[in-house]
């Protein structure tokens, strides 16, 4: 019986000890609760080279901490400038071990717009959340498939539409709104540049090439936040100056977008020529962003001289950051794959307008 009561007195003088113990021993029991996340970019062209990890050097909330690529020359070169341990880079055909890495909280899919579905799901089965760049897919039907991916498996997606989380879009995102010039009754809206390469995804239709899906959806997305409605019918028309390289996908196309309020939305995009205008005229008076969708800052004025100039250090680091905070926080993040997927389905209509030439109505 000694030997008993000994044994219950240590058990609970152990348990005591554990229950009463300092809140560093505490926390040393449970699971951390992490304050920056750890983003693998999964495709390292342009934009994750130029930007989107320069940006990531910037960041308050969330860091670099993997990469996907089919390049061991561009992995060993990103390993040694960003220091990212050999456990955190993955190629193509490892990518769902990138499961059971804890690292990694993020995937960012960065790659032709023909993969994005794949590997959104991919990342969503391995139970990370997604920031996926834009367009967000190819067909409605697959932005679907994105959004019910990251439905079942309780992660957050979020397209990479930049320019939802820069001031001055937001300030004219309001205006929509507000309506302080009167009624808005027309846009026009151009994005384009001169793209000189002969050979690349962008003029292949199978990879999701073509300047619709690129450059247009910026002019698209401009007059849907201007608006703050979904457009009902749209006219197209491609072309191109450069049949020998556009084969397969429009080089220039124009679309007039019509809206449930009357107004009339006039947008091109292009890969043949450089521009970068948005002009909204309301009924008593207007206002621009040129450039409306330009890396380095939106400026802008209106009919009554208010001058649009605010810029942010970096527009990626602050779309990172704010997408972060939304996962960190558990909040709703700024935009989801239903905005992606209202862009596609207009994208869709465009597609069919220009090929037959004929006014495509708009169902949601």
């Known amino acids: 019986m000694s030997t008993r009561r000994i044994f219950i007195k240590n058990t609970l003088g152990s348990i005591a000890a554990l229950t009463f113990a300092d809140a560093d021993f505490a926390s040393f029991l449970l699971p951390k609760k992490k304050d920056k996340l750890g983003i693998a970019l999964v495709g390292l062209g342009y934009y994750s080279t130029d930007l989107l990890a320069p940006a990531l050097q910037l960041t308050e909330h969330c860091y670099l901490a993997g990469i996907v690529t089919g390049s061991p020359d561009k992995a060993k070169a990103w390993q040694q400038k960003y220091n990212i341990p050999e456990k955190n880079y993955y190629d193509y055909g490892r990518f769902d071990e990138i499961a059971s890495n804890h690292d990694i909280d993020v995937v960012y899919v960065v ?23 834009k367009p967000m897919a190819l067909t409605v039907a697959e932005c679907q498939e994105m959004i019910d991916a990251c439905n079942r498996n309780k992660v957050k997606l979020s397209i990479g539409y930049r320019l939802h989380h820069e001031p001055n879009t937001q300030k004219i995102t309001q205006m929509g709104k507000a309506r302080p010039y009167g009624e808005i009754t027309k846009m026009s809206a151009v994005a384009g540049y001169f793209d000189d390469r002969t050979n690349h995804w962008k003029q292949k239709k199978a990879m999701g090439g073509g300047c619709m899906y690129d450059m247009g959806v910026y002019p698209l997305n401009a007059t849907r936040y201007v608006t703050g409605e979904e457009p009902v019918a749209v006219i197209a028309k491609a072309s191109t100056t450069r049949p020998a390289i556009y084969t397969e996908v429009e080089e220039t196309i124009n679309f007039s977008l019509e809206f449930p309020s009357g107004a009339i939305a006039e947008c091109e995009s292009s890969f043949g020529k450089n521009m970068n205008a948005l002009r909204v005229d309301c009924k008593k008076g207007w206002y621009t962003l040129e450039p409306f969708s330009g890396y380095s800052g939106q400026n802008g004025i209106t009919s009554d001289g208010i001058r649009l100039n605010a810029v942010i250090p ?32 207009v994208v869709e209509a465009i597609h069919r307008s220009a090929k037959t030439g004929k006014r495509v109505t708009i169902s949601s």
């Open 314 to 345: 970096n527009q990626q680091a602050r779309q990172m950051d704010d997408d972060a905070l939304a996962i960190l926080e558990n909040k709703k993040v700024l935009v989801p794959g239903e905005e992606g997927m209202k862009d596609i389905l």
């Open 111 to 133: 790659l032709p717009p023909s993969m994005h579905k794949d590997y959104v799901i991919k990342a969503a089965n391995a139970g990370k959340h997604v920031w996926c760049e």
